[in-house]
């Protein structure tokens, strides 16, 4: 971004908006959070891994919709990484928007694996603790300095801690542990009056895992029939929530989780 164009934003903007960090926020889920995180006038920095081009399509998307957006690269599974990308997170905020802090935390990266608990390797039980566990519980803790005093964080969780299929032991058992470190987070925040929440989905039509959600009719049909509201979710059906989530509407709302499935497997 050119030094005018940010002095002209930051001239106009400054103190009168506010910054969410969404991490895998180039595709699916991610992507439709930084998106409804922008259409309630929320400033955009989001993290890709691989996908530099599509993660630039959200930013573009973003800023057509009136508001500014940065992409950066990161690899959530990499704990080693997170000092150096704090660094470029702290030199972003100073020179597009003129802050030294942001105010909301949205911990979405993640892959899943689909494998049965005797089947599951320890090579992929270690990349979904990496991702799904560890790089949270550390990205957070790194975010901490720059995080907004009275801000929030939302972690994704996921409807299978709740209710079980096959295939998912490890995944699940991550999502369950991201569930008990929210009370925690929101117990130790407090003090600096940080919200920290828990959005479980369910089943959702996204390219997760490989895309049978998005792209087979018959499991589509059958994610309907065990869901009270007859349908398969969809991304902005995630996104809102957690819009909701990193606002105002939602300050007295902490330690929560928030499953949102239309009911499955009632």
Request: charged share 20%.
């Amino acid at each position: 971004m050119k030094r005018e164009n940010m002095m002209e934003f930051t001239a106009n903007e400054k103190g009168q908006y506010k910054i969410a960090l969404v991490t895998g926020g180039s595709r699916g889920l991610g992507k439709n959070m930084a998106i409804s995180l922008a259409k309630k006038g929320v400033a955009i920095l989001l993290t890709y891994h691989n996908q530099k081009e599509e993660a630039e399509e959200v930013v573009s998307a973003i800023k057509q919709l009136g508001q500014q957006a940065v992409a950066l690269q990161l690899d959530a599974g990499n704990t080693k990484s997170f000092a150096a990308f704090f660094e470029r997170v702290s030199f972003v905020l100073a020179e597009t928007f003129g802050r030294d802090s942001f105010d909301y935390l949205v911990n979405n990266a993640g892959i899943g694996i689909n494998s049965l608990f005797a089947e599951t390797t320890e090579e992929q039980f270690d990349t979904l603790m990496n991702i799904q566990f560890k790089g949270v519980f550390f990205l957070t803790q790194k975010a901490l300095p720059l995080l907004a005093d009275g801000g929030g964080i939302v972690n994704i969780s996921t409807g299978l801690a709740r209710f079980s299929m096959p295939g998912y032991a490890a995944y699940a058992a991550m999502k369950g542990a991201i569930e008990t470190l929210t009370k925690y987070q929101a117990k130790e925040l407090g003090g600096r009056k940080i919200r920290v929440n828990v959005v479980a989905p369910g089943a959702i039509a996204t390219d997760f895992g490989g895309g049978a959600l998005k792209e087979n009719q018959q499991v589509q049909e059958h994610i309907g029939s065990i869901t009270a509201l007859g349908r398969i979710g969809q991304p902005d059906d995630i996104g809102s929530v957690v819009a909701f989530l990193c606002s105002d509407d939602a300050k007295w709302v902490n330690a929560q989780r928030i499953e949102v499935s239309g009911g499955m497997n009632l």
